[in-house]
Structure formats: C-alpha cells, structure tokens
C-alpha cells in the first residue's frame, strides 16, 4: 500500500497550476486528496507529478452568486457542512453532505475533488446533477463552464479535457415553497452507496408538484436524473404509490451496475424505493418549511 | 525532498520523497509509532492524527501536503510523562480497550470531537468514531468512555474567566 514515486509541486495560482498541468502529462491535480491517495496506494492511479491546489485561496469560498451559490473547487466538505448559506439557499447539499465518507475524510476532502474524480457513488456528484448545477474548469488560460449532466460521462471519467482544472461549481437555488429528500443504502455507515437517491419539489399553494427534480445515483455509471418521472408527477399531488410507479417505470429501461457488492436488479429496485422515500420525505419537508413560514 | 513538520509542538525538519504518507513520516522518520498502520487506503481510521485540532487520516495524506499545519499524535495529548488524558483514563476505566490497535485513534478522534463539542450526545459520539474500526469491544464501552471522559472534562476546574 505505497504509492509509485511521483514529483510533487504546490503552485502559488490557478495560472501556475495550469502551466503545470500543460507541462507534464501524467500530472494530476490533488486537493484534498481523499480518493485519489487511496488509489495511488492500491496502485490504481500513477501519476508522475502531483499538482497541489489545495492552498490555493482563491479556490477555497462559499458565497451568493446571482439566484444561487458558488463554491470554490478547494472548498473543504466539512466547511460546505456547517456554511449557513448553504443551509438555507441549498438545503439538498446540506442534507447529503454528512453523507460523504465520514468526519474524518470530510475534514479534508474538497467539493471539487469529491466532482472531479466521478465516483458513480459520490453523494456531490448526484446532488450536481439533480440540482442542474454548473462546473467551471480552467485549461490554459481560458474558463469554461459545463452542466452537471454533460459532466458526468462515465464511472470516474468526466467531460474534463486534458490539461484542466476544476475552479468551481454553481448550484442554483430554488425559490417558493421548497422541501429536499435524501437516501442512501450502503453496507455500513460512510462506506459506499449501492443505490442513492435525492429530490428537491416546489409545491403550489394547494400543495401540488409545481417543480420536481428527482436523481439515483451509485446504481449507475453515473447519476442521472429521472426525467420521464419528473414530468409525469410535475402539477400533482405527489402521492406515494403514484411516485413510486413513476420513479419505477423511470428506472426500467436504465443499465445499473452490477458487482461483487449488489446485483443489477438489487441497485434497480433499491434505487427506486429510495427515491420514492426522497420525493415523500421532500413533500413532508416542504409542507413542515410552510407550516414555519406562516 | 525537504520539509518541515510541526509535530506535537516541536518543529522538525526532515527529507522524504513525496511519495511518504504522513503516517509513514510519524512511524519511520520521527519514531512516532502510535499512530498505526492499518489499511493504509482510508478504511480503518488506526492512523488517525489531529491536523490543526481536527481529527484526519494520516495515511491519506502526502507529508509534503502537512507542511506548516500543527500535527497532534497520541504521544501528544498527555498532560506529562507517565499521565493519561482524561479521554486515556476514562478508556481504562470502562475497559474501552482490548487489543489496543484501533485506541489511539480512538482516543484522537474522541479529542476533536470533544474540542468542538463538550457535551456530545450518543449519537454524536457514535458519529465521531464511526471512522474508526474496532475488532474487539463491539465500540459499547469506547462510547461509554468518551461520555464518562466528557463528563470529567465539563466539570474540571478552568482559568478563572476575567472577561466578564
């Protein structure tokens, strides 16, 4: 369990960190290093340069950003975990954060390492993606921004070019009566999800779905959302047994993974009544923000 | 290469290739062996250290990366030589330890938690270590421990506070 020996650089900038990566092409990126270290251990990942971002500061910020919120790629998780604003603008992050890993790994690991890497299982990941957030990534000297769903291509592979570098993700929020849901099954606390499941709704004021995005992820190469579901419940009530036919029929047709740790069919069918249990629990949450706000 | 480590309050200065985890750095090139090589990939939490006051896995970390952060071991929190912290004594006392792999960590991750939070809830508790495997006590009598070592720790005597 030691890595393969690799040189190591801490750039002062963006810029610089930039040049690096156009310099050397099995340089890689480290923030805070909590997926990629294991994988240099295991050997499963040998790049010949380390590029540290981690101290970078201009990379490390949490703040308002026209109707929603922007969160600089070095932010750590456990910071993202206990930010007020995020708390109230992003109610779906602050759910599933506590779900990352654990305090320990959260204490380091960063909101854009956690995008970056792309794990299928990654609870960041599939909250970009149900969210509909958009990722900004630097190659050279020109930005780009990217939507969560282009972003996302594979199991750990993303729509990232060579030689770039994550700066930052924006999560738009949601406005009106808003309630968020959050599930996942795995085989002990803080291990990885087999199946996950998130859902923000906005109901109307008789307490109809005017807005609703459902997302599984784990189950599959990479999050997705459940569009076919989504307009299927948008503008109604929401009923349990109604969801979870619509979730249900959703996931039919999509290619979940199968492994050692759950079958194909398991991930289908925990995927679904996971996200059946999100969309009721977001219901329930948006119904209690009212009750509050009366 | 060359880097400096500010380790239980003492600065050391020692070359390593960048490949050296922290944990590998504390265990073979300071001779701090009680932070414990276990899985060595982020699975068991034995090689728990306090970067900065907050509990991490040494082992997923490049010494490099620690430059400049204050590290605590278990051979730091000790009041004085031949003293148990009040987390160590209060271990002792519920027989929180079998084996005594996965303590130390144990022990580091009930201090950040503590620091933050004097008065943790169970669940809180079970929440800080969840990181932390143990094959021995099936956990009952650590979280005992941290709730008596808690306790102890709220009502200990502290600096008279002036500024009120």
Request: proline share 5%; net charge negative; aromatic share 4%.
């Amino acid at each position: 369990m030691k890595a393969a020996p690799f040189e190591y650089s801490r750039p002062a900038d963006l810029d610089e960190a930039c040049a690096l990566l156009a310099s050397d092409d099995g340089a890689r990126v480290i923030a805070g290093g909590q997926t990629l270290v294991p994988m240099m251990a295991m050997r499963l990942a040998r790049p010949t340069r380390l590029i540290d971002i981690n101290r970078i500061a201009d990379l490390s910020y949490i703040r308002e950003d026209g109707d929603g919120v922007a969160i600089g790629a070095v932010t750590p998780q456990c910071v993202a975990e206990r930010n007020a604003l995020i708390a109230r603008k992003l109610p779906l992050l602050a759910l599933a954060i506590p779900f990352i890993g654990h305090g320990a790994t959260r204490a380091r690991g960063t909101i854009g390492g956690s995008l970056a890497h792309a794990d299928p299982a990654a609870e960041l990941a599939l909250v970009a993606v149900t969210l509909d957030a958009t990722l900004s990534y630097r190659v050279g000297g020109s930005s780009t921004d990217v939507a969560a769903r282009d972003f996302f291509v594979g199991p750990m592979v993303t729509s990232l070019p060579d030689g770039a570098c994550l700066a930052a993700v924006r999560f738009p929020a949601w406005s009106g009566t808003i309630g968020v849901g959050f599930h996942e099954v795995n085989a002990r606390r803080s291990d990885f999800a087999f199946a996950s499941a998130a859902a923000q709704v906005e109901l109307d004021a008789v307490g109809n779905a005017k807005r609703i995005a459902i997302g599984v992820g784990a189950a599959s190469d990479f999050p997705i959302r459940l569009d076919d579901a989504e307009r299927q419940l948008t503008g109604t009530v929401l009923e349990p047994a109604k969801v979870t036919d619509a979730v249900r029929a959703a996931l039919a047709d999509i290619e979940t993974l199968d492994d050692l740790h759950a079958s194909s069919n398991y991930r289908r069918r925990a995927a679904a009544q996971l996200a059946a249990r999100a969309v009721t629990d977001a219901v329930a949450d948006a119904q209690g923000r009212k009750v509050h706000a009366h | 290469m060359h880097i400096k480590l500010s380790v239980n309050g003492e600065t050391h200065e020692l070359d390593v290739e960048p490949r050296t985890t922290l944990l590998d750095a504390l265990r073979d090139h300071l001779r701090l062996t009680g932070a414990h090589a276990g899985c060595e990939h982020g699975v068991c939490g034995a090689c728990t250290v306090l970067f900065d006051g907050v509990a991490v896995r040494s082992c997923l970390m490049f010494a490099p990366q620690a430059e400049g952060s204050a590290i605590t071991t278990i051979e730091g929190v000790t009041p004085g030589p031949g003293e148990l912290s009040p987390i160590q004594d209060a271990l002792c006392e519920t027989h929180g330890m079998q084996c005594g792999y996965c303590t130390p960590a144990m022990v580091l991750a009930a201090h950040s938690l503590l620091a933050g939070n004097p008065d943790p809830t169970r669940e809180e508790i079970v929440e800080a270590i969840s990181g932390n495997i143990c094959r021995c006590t099936g956990y009952a009598q650590i979280i005992e421990a941290i709730a008596l070592a808690a306790e102890r720790m709220r009502g200990a005597n502290r600096p008279l506070d002036r500024t009120s």
